[in-house]
């Protein structure tokens, strides 16, 4: 993920385990970053996936409300359907 250039006035402090440090270290090391680089992108691309999943969801429940409402309260038939289906029941 690219990083973009941009001011940097918050901060955020965390504790980890030394386990944790260390994994963070290795990925840090193999993908050639700082390891504040590093979980900073790590970070970002999670939160990134994290947002549009819960988006996603959000949009399909919407979806998923109007059609059951469509279902529950359909529309009264237009004068063409019922021209259509007199035909049809005709034939």
């Given amino acids: 993920?690219?990083?973009?250039?941009?001011?940097?006035?918050?901060?955020?402090?965390?504790?980890?385990?030394?386990?944790?440090?260390?994994?963070?270290?290795?990925?840090?090391e193999i993908s050639g970053l700082s390891m504040t680089a590093f979980v900073i992108e790590a970070a970002r691309e999670r939160a990134a996936r994290l947002i549009a999943e819960h988006e996603r969801l959000l949009l399909k429940n919407q979806a998923r409300d109007v059609f059951l409402n469509a279902l529950a309260s359909p529309p009264a038939p237009s004068d063409a359907l019922r021209r259509a289906a007199e035909k049809y029941a005709v034939k």
């Fill in 1 to 28: 993920m690219a990083t973009s250039v941009s001011k940097k006035d918050e901060r955020i402090d965390v504790r980890v385990s030394t386990d944790s440090k260390t994994l963070f270290a290795r990925a840090a």
